[in-house]
C-alpha cells in the first residue's frame, strides 16, 4: 500500500506526528502518514494511513487510504479505502472499494466507482 | 590556486609536526599553495575577502566552526571550497563530506570530485548538516502554506535534501528542498516512559516561532523567530568517495 515507487512517484512520505497539529492544504504526490490532528484540505496521489489517534477535519483526495481515527469532511479516492474498527467518518466516501472493520462508524453517502483513474489533483 | 586557511587553533605548539605532515604530503602531492594563519588580528571575514578569487580554491584547515563561518562568507561565491579536518573532535562537518582524517583529506583534494551542494539559510546564517531545536511549544509554517503547531518537548530537526547528480544517482524530486522532522515525547499515562512520535514534512522554507534557541551545525545558536530556506547550489566542495 505503501510502496515508494508507486506511480513512479519519488516523493517522500509526509508523516504527522501524534502530538502535533496542522492547519493548512497539504498537496503532495507522495503519501501521508497521519497520527496527530490535521485541519484543511489533503489533495495527494499517494496512499493516505490515518492511525488510531488521528483527527482530521478536511475534504479529502487521495490514492487508497486506511482509516483508523476519525475523519470529518468528504473523502474521494482513486483507489480502495479500508476503515478500522475504531474508525469514525462523518462525510461521503467516493472510492473503488470499501472494507468496514465491525465496529465502524460512518455518517454519509458511499458511492463506489468502477476502477477510476481519475488524477486527484485535476 | 590553493590558499589554505589555518584555523587558531592551529597555533598552538600541539599542531606543528601534524601541520608539518600535512604541508609535506600537499607538497609531494603538488597542491602547494598560499598558507594564511588566522589570529585576533586576521580575520577570516577579511581573510577570505582578500584571498578569494574567480576560479581559485580555498582549502578549510580546522574544525566545524571555522567551516560553518568560512561557509557564511563564501556562500554563493564561484569558489571551490576544501576541507581538512584538524583533530579528533568536532569535525562532524567533514565527516559528512567523507573527510575522516588530515591525511585522507590532502588525497581527496588531489582527486578532486567536486559536488554542488545545497546550504540551508536560517536568518543571516547557514548551515551544511542540520539546523536544531529543542522546544516545548513551537510554531513552524512552511511555504506549502501548513501550519504546524507542538505543544509537546520536541526535538526540530531540519536538513537540505541535495541533488546528488555529482555521484550519477537519480535525482530525486525533493532535491533543493529542506526536510523537517519532529521528534516529540509524549506522556503515557499507562506506561511509565514516555512514547515518541514522529513528524516529517519537506517544504523550501519554513518560519520557526517559539520560546526556544536552534543550534546550526553544532556551532552557531540563533534565538526565535527563525526563518529557513535553501540556497540552490550554493557550496562547491570537494568531497570524498564516501560521503555520508
Redesign the interface.
Known sequence: MFSRDEKG???????????????????G?GNLII??EFE?TITTLGSLFFGEKSHITAQISGGNAKILGKVNGDIKLSGSIDLGKNAEVVGNISATSISIEHGAIINGHIIITKGSTENPRA | MYVYIYDQIINSKNYQSLTAKIETRLTDLGLNGKIVRLNPMHNLERTIKDEVKSNCTIVLVGNDSLINSAFGILKGLDVTIGIIPIGKNGNNLARTYGINSEMEACNILAARKIAHLDLGVANNSVFLNHLSIKSSKSFIESADNLTLETNSPSIITIKCLSSTEDYGASISNDSHRLQLTINSSIKNHYLSKPTTSTTSIISSKFLINGNFSATLDDCITLSAPITVSVLKNGAKIIIGRYRL
Open positions: 512517484s519519488k516523493e517522500s512520505d509526509t508523516i504527522i506526528g501524534r502530538s502535533v497539529k496542522v492547519k493548512g492544504d497539504f498537496l504526490e497520527d496527530g484543511g
